[in-house]
């Protein structure tokens, strides 16, 4: 599976793709998408997001299940959807 | 305009009118290009240049804005509007670089041109901390104030400062470009290791001169600056640098960012050819259009005049009375303490590594603090180190004491300057989109490893030196112990170098063997430093020369022998 990410173009804030094609902060709300199909959804975000100036960077990732819940497959991504690891304070993982 | 005083006290350069009005310029035309950006009217591909020139990146959870310190000096006033904005604007803190300069990790796009707006009421910016053009000058963070200084190098930087600033010709250099110089007999400022270096030193008629060193820089393909021309008269600095970037402009390739850093043109052209067409633009620029007038010089170095420094004995009785009541003070003493070149007074190294910190990082209240003991004990101005560190730099011995309380109830008072605790750690994949692994959790790691203040000193001088990724922010390469992060199939995994050397004597260090687990990372740097300790020939052998000695076998041999 794979789910589709992007900075906030405003203030940078890390965004993921939702349900129909909203854009929500938390990687729990983020939809998944297989791996057939996230390059078809990626560019229509990239298109749609350029066009109303929303996003940045917009990219796909792979998820994959731990423990029964998706969780991004690579260290960079988890950081991404939680903050940096060296100051829980800060990012996501502070909300 | 809440401008410093113009005629305030020296040490700090102050703007005139026309730099004022220049950044201020700067500052609404770069508000105007991020509305145009927000409304839609520029794409992103056309705002990425623009913001770059602005100091703005994208990084993982955020905007980064990185601020120029030039030559890493600046006002107790300079540092409290950096502590406002990132309380803010940013987070509470700030993390000061290798370049000597500060970046906030958490900045919005909207917010960032009244944040240059602000930064301009004290005559900062962000100008050329991105791009491919003229970086911030780096100096001896020691500078105006060391014992062994020939030469201020803050008068220089800051001459090539009001030089490239905006100069039309380097705007759009092949890549980046990053000069260091050093005016004193030790080399505080790594000079070898950077695009040009300079050795400021005085002929024996006294008249001041320099060495030039091209071509030396970390990343992918590290190498050590090699000596183009021995002496270059003052008058000739400008020509002879210009004639440098000059030959780099047009022969520096473009189709390759790998291969486009100068090092790359001096290494494939060979330094005799690189050296003969340099000097054939020296030839043709020489001539009174690039003489620099002494009388610049002598103005700017006005700017940079000592402070009123009182006429004290050498000796303090009451720092050696502070010193025997108190031996965690007398330890930061020996260690964080240099002589200055004034008797009765001494240069302060404010450490920004507590055990188990985040190298390089202070609180918007550790800013203030460090702002208002300048202002108390060094005349008001500070210094950022291309080690992560500050510096205050003309503190009278009586003082110390005083300063290093107030110092340590913050956090700020390790005494680990120059020891193992003293490490350079880059962002790495905490912060940064490019790099490989992190950083900062393993710099923290090893200094909570090395806490014991009298351990570090049972060690001695051993800098060790982190990198998440081969573009060695970190300076991995120059680490007695050098670390660079990479990634392995998902999983972070670390080289390990030894033998790096960024002073006089530059060395890029050698990997020491395949690369090991964060978990055994650890273990590894206790393991060398053990072999080091059981090998060294007195206490006073340095890591360094022990390693010379010795060579690499019995180090390999104890992180290696399992495998």
Known sequence: MKAITANRLRDGEVVFLGKDGVWVESFAAAALFPRAEADGVLAAAKEKAEREQFGVDIYAFEVVEQDGVPVPATMRERIRTAGPTVRLDLGKQAA | MNHIAPGARAGIYHYDEIDRQFVAERVEQFRKQVE??????????????????????????????????????????????????????????????????????????????????????????????????????????????????????????????????????????????????????????????????????????????????????????????KLVREWVAQEDFVAYLEAILRVYNQYGRRDNIYKARIKILVHELGLEKFTQEVEEEF????????????????????????????????????????????????????????????????????????????????????????????????????????????????????????????????????????????????????????????????????????????????IGELGIKISGCINACGHHHVGAIGILGVDKKGTEYYQITVGGDPTLTTAIGDILGPAVTETEAVDAIEAIVDVYLANRSDEGERFIDTLRRVGHAPFKERIYAAD
């Open chain 2, 36 to 225: 145009r950006r927000l409304s839609g009217e520029l794409t992103e591909e056309e705002f990425k240049p623009i913001r770059l020139m602005n100091g703005l990146y994208l990084q993982l959870h955020a905007y980064m804005l990185r601020i120029a310190v030039p030559y890493g000096v600046m006002s107790a006033t300079q540092l409290r509007k950096l502590s406002a904005i990132g309380r803010k604007y940013d987070r509470g803190y700030g993390h000061f670089t290798t370049r000597q300069n500060l970046q906030y990790n958490w900045i919005k796009l909207e917010d960032t041109p009244a944040i240059l707006h602000e930064l301009a009421e004290v005559d900062m910016h962000a100008l050329q901390t991105s791009g491919n053009c003229v970086r911030n000058v780096t100096t001896d963070p020691f500078v105006g104030a060391a014992r062994d200084e020939v030469v201020d190098g803050r008068v220089y930087a800051e001459i090539l400062r009001q030089w490239t600033t905006m100069h039309p010709e380097f705007t759009y250099l092949p890549r980046k470009f990053k000069i260091a110089i050093s005016g004193a007999e030790s080399d505080r400022a790594a000079v070898r290791i950077h695009d040009v270096g300079l050795l400021a030193r005085r002929n024996e008629k006294g008249e001041p001169g320099f060495s030039f060193y091209v071509g030396g820089g970390l990343g992918r393909s590290p190498f050590v600056g």
């Open chain 2, 283 to 458: 030839a043709r620029l020489r001539g009174p259009k690039y003489r620099l007038d002494p009388e610049v010089v002598e103005a700017i170095r006005q700017h940079f005049a000592p402070p009123p420094l009182e006429e004290l004995p050498d000796h303090s009785d009451a720092l050696e009375r502070a010193k025997a009541a108190d031996p965690a003070f007398a330890n930061w003493v020996a260690v964080n303490v240099a002589e200055h070149k004034a008797p009765g007074y001494a240069i302060a190294t404010v450490s920004l590594k507590p055990a188990g910190g985040i190298p390089g990082d202070a609180t918007c209240d550790q800013m203030d603090l460090v702002a208002d003991l300048a202002e108390r004990y060094s005349f008001g101005e500070l210094r950022v180190t291309h080690v992560q560190n500050l510096v205050l730099a003309h503190v009278k011995k009586d003082d110390l004491y005083d300063l290093w309380k107030q110092l340590d109830a913050a956090e700020l008072g390790s005494a680990n300057a120059g020891l193992i605790g003293d490490i350079i750690a880059c962002p790495g994949l905490d912060y940064c989109a490019l790099a490989n692994a992190r950083s900062i959790p393993l710099a923290q790691a090893i200094s909570a490893r090395f806490a014991d203040p009298v351990r570090q000193r049972t």
